[in-house]
């Protein structure tokens, strides 16, 4: 298999600590790239102070229910 950052052969055995890369280095790389912001991930944008838990704990037990 190739490395995703510098295209070198890299061994994708369990003997390579750092597969898929190559090297410590372009796993540090790929960590920077993620950290910066570089990659994206597909989907709706979403509040990062958001999280769907806490929408759950805001509800009264029956909320929601149309029971009548």
């Not at 003997?15 to 910066?36: I, K």
Request: glycine share 12%.
């Amino acid at each position: 298999m190739r490395c995703p950052i510098c295209k070198k052969t890299a061994d994708n055995g369990p003997a390579n600590r750092y597969r898929p890369f190559c090297s410590e280095r372009c796993q540090m790389v790929d960590l920077g790239l993620w950290a910066g912001g570089e990659y994206r991930i597909a989907g709706k944008p979403t509040d990062d102070r958001e999280h769907p838990d806490d929408r759950r704990r805001e509800q009264k037990p029956g909320a929601g229910s149309s029971k009548g």
